[in-house]
Nanobody, 128 residues
Framework: QVQLVDAGGGLVQAGGSLRLSCAAS????????MGWFRQAPGKEREFVAA????????YYADSVKGRFTISRDNAKNTVYLRMNSLKPEDAAVYFC?????????????????????WGQGTQVTVSS
């Protein structure tokens, strides 16, 4: 069992930066792949970024490549999402998630159905 607590959202101007964090409880955090998803009003939850259990492999949605960076600190049971050059279309509720991936394939990491545990979400608002 893993419990996730998202934090770090807020209001930022377009072009600004934010760092989200997701703190996990449980001794098996390092066994899980971690992902960030987001959901804007009236839209489906979409994949943003993911990282494998060791931190060696990362995956990004095309819309955030080059602007967002996912990282993890297994000693602190925490995963981060650094978001730079934010755009109004990045505004959403951001959720972290944990799951076990059978393969190191981007298609698995981007599939929200592969994740068993979810944080409560943190709101990101980007003003233009």
């Amino acid at each position: 069992q893993v419990q996730l607590v998202d934090a770090g959202g807020g209001l930022v101007q377009a072009g600004g930066s934010l760092r989200l964090s997701c703190a996990a409880s449980g001794r098996t955090f390092s066994s899980y792949a971690m992902g960030w998803f987001r959901q804007a009003p009236g839209k489906e939850r979409e994949f943003v970024a993911a990282i494998n259990w060791s931190g060696e492999s990362t995956y990004y949605a095309d819309s955030v490549k080059g602007r967002f960076t996912i990282s993890r600190d297994n000693a602190k049971n925490t995963v981060y999402l650094r978001m730079n050059s934010l755009k109004p279309e990045d505004a959403a509720v951001y959720f972290c998630a944990a799951g076990i991936m059978p393969y190191n394939s981007g298609s698995y990491y981007a599939d929200r159905l592969r994740y068993n545990y979810w944080g409560q979400g943190t709101q990101v608002t980007v003003s233009s």
